[in-house]
């Protein structure tokens, strides 16, 4: 049986953290007073500014980029609520980082996503909370608690708002195929898959189409972009066979290195993000963010009154 709590406590580790603060408004209550500073050589030093004895806390923090910086963070500050002798240590990560590293793909490859697990559960840890994870298995790879929310409700909603004629949902990838029929089941739309290949690390080549899309308008669908070179070439060969529109749609909005430029040039008409992950302010007003903050708050509130989740997870 769950214990159930008398009081919580909401943190994080990044003082500009928009979706901590939405999260915590949505709770009722307002972020709890934590420092996180660094040292000149880069050290990471974490400073409770209130009590936590007994109390049910929650750190609020993507391993986004930064990651390392951000991991280590979460992982110092995890340590500090133990020490202090928290009640219990809830780790929120609406974007897991190095999720992607969740296999051995070749002879001496690491699997880091299960290492990550391993230090969040070592520095004390009670509970993860995340979402959309590259991986499903990965919640495996913990011996503690894993509520893993699904971000295609809040994509499937907006999508049913906007009414798309002749819509098609696309899988940029094999990969992706169970995410995207997620997606068009409760649209009651065809998908369509992209056959491609990876030469190399962050770079994909489109082989073929499974499924029509010609005259169609189509949405690309991801659990994340993060060079947008998938999703870019992606839209480009739909359209060269006859789309048409594309957009696109993905829970984290990651898009390190040539990402802006590529989707500020691409063929799409939208692109749709979920705020797991601060958005980028470069990119152009095809961008829309929608708000994961109420799905974890109540997630969190379900949490901490030891009430049942399950039904955020239909």
């Known amino acids: 049986m769950n214990k159930v709590f008398g009081d919580f406590k909401v943190f994080t580790c990044d003082a500009d953290n928009e979706l901590a603060k939405a999260i915590a408004k949505e709770m009722g209550t307002t972020l709890s007073n934590a420092e996180v500073k660094s040292f000149s050589d880069g050290e990471t030093s974490v400073s409770l500014g209130e009590t936590v004895r007994g109390i049910d806390c929650f750190i609020i923090q993507s391993t986004c980029q930064p990651v390392n910086d951000n991991l ?75 509520d893993h929310l699904l971000g295609m409700p809040i994509l499937a909603e907006y999508y049913l708002k906007e009414n798309i004629e002749d819509l098609v949902i696309v899988s940029p990838d094999h990969g992706s195929v169970t995410r995207a029929r997620k997606l068009a089941e409760p649209l009651h739309v065809p998908i369509a898959i992209i056959d491609k290949r990876r030469p ?58 040539p990402a802006i430029e590529r989707l500020n040039n691409s063929v799409l008409c939208e692109l749709v993000f979920l705020d797991t992950i601060p958005m980028n302010k470069e990119a152009d007003d095809r961008v829309k963010v929608l708000s994961v903050a109420s799905l974890f708050a109540e997630t969190l509130t379900r949490i901490h009154e030891g009430r049942s989740i399950g039904e955020l997870f239909r």
């Open 72 to 146: 280590m963070s979460i992982l110092i500050m995890i340590d500090a609520m133990k020490r202090a002798s928290a009640g219990r240590i809830n780790v929120v990560m609406p974007y897991y980082g190095y999720a992607r590293q969740d296999r051995k793909a070749k002879a001496r490859d690491p699997i880091t996503a299960k290492l990550v697990a391993d230090l969040l559960e070592a520095a004390g840890a009670d509970r993860v909370i995340t979402m959309d994870l590259h991986a499903a298995q990965i919640q495996g790879y913990f011996d503690i608690p894993v």
């Open 200 to 257: 190399a690390p962050n770079v994909s080549e489109v082989m073929n189409i499974i499924g029509d899309i010609k005259g169609k308008n189509c949405v690309l669908v991801d659990d994340m972009i993060d060079t947008a070179g998938t999703i870019c070439n992606a839209a480009e060969a739909l359209i060269k066979l006859g789309a048409k529109s594309v957009r696109a749609a993905a829970t984290h909005a990651v898009l390190s290195g």
